[in-house]
């Protein structure tokens, strides 16, 4: 199977791993909680850009990049709560927020690029 070559998906995977590197020192005792839903919200981004790509039509893949912007947006609030709660320190997702919405940015350009293509 052929990887996915877009610098968006990238961006999304080096995402999903800073997410997963910040969340090994959570408590143990969010194991099962926030560590695991700041994961699954972290690499769902990237698997919905390469599984919208890789369905091959303007549609499917409109349809996962906007599954991709809420997964997104699922990680920044897994993110802020567990600063807001105290699992992680204060400031230490200030990187992490600032390419997430780099990445907002690249898929709402995408978006719209493709909706536009498709109006045509």
Same mark, same amino acid.
């Not at 877009?6 to 560590?35: C, H, I, K, N, V």
């Not at 400031?91 to 907002?104: F, K, T, V």
């Given at each position: 199977?052929?990887?996915v070559?877009?610098?968006?998906w990238?961006?999304?995977?080096?995402?999903?791993?800073?997410?997963?590197?910040?969340?090994?020192?959570y408590?143990?005792?969010?194991?099962?909680?926030?560590?695991?839903q700041t994961?699954?919200?972290?690499?769902?981004?990237?698997?919905n850009?390469?599984?919208?790509?890789?369905?091959?039509? @303007?549609?499917?893949?409109?349809n996962?990049?906007?599954?991709?912007?809420g997964s997104l @947006?699922?990680l920044?609030?897994?993110?802020?709560?567990?600063?807001?709660?105290?699992v992680?320190p204060s400031?230490?997702?200030?990187?992490?927020l600032?390419d997430?919405?780099?990445?907002g940015r690249?898929?709402?350009?995408?978006?719209? @690029?493709?909706?536009?293509?498709?109006?045509r």
């Amino acid at each position: 199977m052929a990887e996915v070559r877009s610098y968006r998906w990238q961006r999304a995977m080096d995402l999903a791993a800073a997410a997963y590197e910040l969340s090994r020192a959570y408590p143990r005792d969010e194991l099962f909680g926030l560590t695991s839903q700041t994961r699954r919200a972290a690499a769902s981004i990237a698997a919905n850009i390469a599984e919208g790509y890789g369905r091959s039509t @303007k549609p499917a893949y409109l349809n996962f990049l906007r599954i991709a912007q809420g997964s997104l @947006k699922e990680l920044e609030t897994h993110l802020i709560l567990a600063e807001r709660i105290g699992v992680t320190p204060s400031g230490s997702i200030d990187g992490l927020l600032g390419d997430a919405d780099e990445l907002g940015r690249m898929l709402n350009s995408l978006i719209s @690029k493709l909706r536009s293509h498709a109006a045509r």
